[in-house]
């Protein structure tokens, strides 16, 4: 991926604040953007827009409209809508000045499944999961922003895990900035048989042959993010993603589609 060169007014916080677009929460594009902590706790209402794969490997896509909400606190600690609940504790651990290039702590979130409407006759669904993740991410240029995700929680038995690593840099647009995010996902055979596997009960009720994968690569993606500030208060932000099914998950019988796009666009007011 190449890496761009901003103008000498981009300083690494700026590029971090218009690479920091939420994204919506599914198996791939996991990886977290967060700006250093606010000097003062900050409120952000609005209204995302947003697609995503009715089911892990569905070729349908589900929409929605709905409120957003954003908590960012001091301490590191944020609640949003689109993100979870977590605490970066860079800030805490390492000062504010070594904290603009470094984000790591942990959140909350949940991972959707593969619901009942999208399972083929004699296949379990699988219910939305809430995940754990631990998240680090490093700016080792001023333009390139290593991430790196360990989530815990997915799967049948709440024993899946995914390790997804990634690299974001940028394209000045006027005074904005458009992300752009390349990353792969590697997940434990527990996960990938929960979201991918045909175990022998299914088979036989199904009339599917038995698929039992084991660990390995998921998937990998690209996505563009941005944010747009009309004054303040306002802003939009935007990501469009794309996860590419690999390996035994784009193998699978219950795969329909190894592309697997999302997108979310959200309109913010700051309180």
Known sequence: MPVYRLPSHWSCLQVLLCLSAASPAHAAGSLLLLD????????????????????PGSARQRYSLLPAVDYESPTGVFAATD????WNIAPTLLGDDAAKDWQ???RLWPQAG???????????????????????????????????????GSGRRHDGAELELGATSGIPLGDDLIAVSLAATYANAAHLRGSFGVRPAEASSSGLP?????????????????????SADWSVSGQWLHARLISQAGN???????????FIVSLWHRF
């Not at 250093?36 to 089911?55: D, F, I, M, Q």
């Not at 993100?83 to 977590?86: A, M």
């Not at 680090?136 to 290593?146: D, G, H, K, T």
């Not at 699978?252 to 589609?257: I, K, N, R, V, Y």
């Open 36 to 55: 250093s902590p606010p000097t003062a706790t900050t409120w952000s209402g609005g209204l995302s827009a947003r697609g995503w794969p009715r089911a």
């Open 104 to 106: 790591f702590g942990a």
């Open 252 to 262: 699978s019988l219950l795969t329909h589609s190894r592309d697997q796009p999302s």
């Open 114 to 152: 593969r619901p009942r409407r999208e399972s083929p006759p004699g296949v379990e669904s699988l219910g939305t999961r809430v995940v754990g993740e631990a998240f680090a991410n490093v700016q080792v240029l001023p333009v390139l922003l290593l991430q790196s995700g360990l989530s815990y």
């Open 210 to 230: 038995a698929w039992r994968p084991g660990a390995g690569w998921q998937d990998w993606s690209v996505a563009l993010s941005g944010e747009h500030k009309f």
């Open 83 to 86: 993100e979870g609940l977590g």
